[in-house]
């Protein structure tokens, strides 16, 4: 609905407005059935798909149920692999919140840290998460839950794995200052730094 006051047009955004408030964070359910008859995608570690990584430089990426799923120690999982900077001696994960509060979900990872020959060395759960964002442009923001892991001597490789059945729950506040549950979902956005 459109109408003038004081020759401003005004424009009805009710219906625009819930429809936005209504959308849902991850379907969980049907990501776990999907993922029940996802199949290995590889015969092991050393066949992953891996993208290479920029030293400091943001690496941005979705795990949906088109990634490869490949199993984890808590069962069959999507994920995304890289191959480290030669320099990288920190990696920052960055696991962003997806929908609209309060149906907000986010990617729990688990990290598996592989050597040269992509044999696993290292692998890291329960990373201690803090509530964070990244700046897009000046007043536009990426809100995540973030963690800074030291990498082992003869790391080269890492799969970001989002743990299927994690369980864990973060926080957010929206704008009017109301604090939400953020549960984990099997899916979802993450970006990674190595440094």
């Not at 047009?9 to 219906?15: E, G, H, P, S, Y």
């Not at 379907?27 to 050393?46: D, F, I, R």
């Amino acid at each position: 609905m459109t109408r003038r006051h004081g020759g401003v047009r005004l424009v009805a955004i009710t219906t625009t407005w819930m429809a936005l408030t209504s959308c849902g964070g991850v379907p969980v359910a049907q990501v776990e059935a999907s993922l029940a008859e996802a199949k290995p995608c590889c015969s092991g570690y050393e066949t992953v798909p891996s993208t290479e990584l920029a030293p400091a430089s943001r690496m941005k990426f979705e795990v949906t149920t088109s990634s490869p799923a490949f199993p984890s120690s808590e069962g069959l999982a999507y994920f995304a692999a890289f191959k480290l900077p030669a320099s990288a001696n920190r990696l920052e994960v960055q696991a962003l919140y997806g929908g609209h509060l309060p149906n907000a979900t986010y990617p729990d990872p688990l990290l598996v840290i592989l050597d040269r020959n992509k044999r696993p060395i290292a692998e890291m759960k329960d990373l201690p998460l803090v509530r964070g964002r990244h700046v897009i442009i000046r007043g536009l923001f990426e809100y995540h839950y973030a963690a800074t892991v030291a990498l082992p001597p003869g790391a080269e490789h890492v799969v970001v794995f989002v743990r299927p059945k994690s369980g864990r729950v973060q926080s957010a506040v929206s704008d009017n200052g109301t604090l939400w549950s953020v549960p984990s979902a099997p899916i979802g956005t993450l970006a990674v730094i190595a440094s």
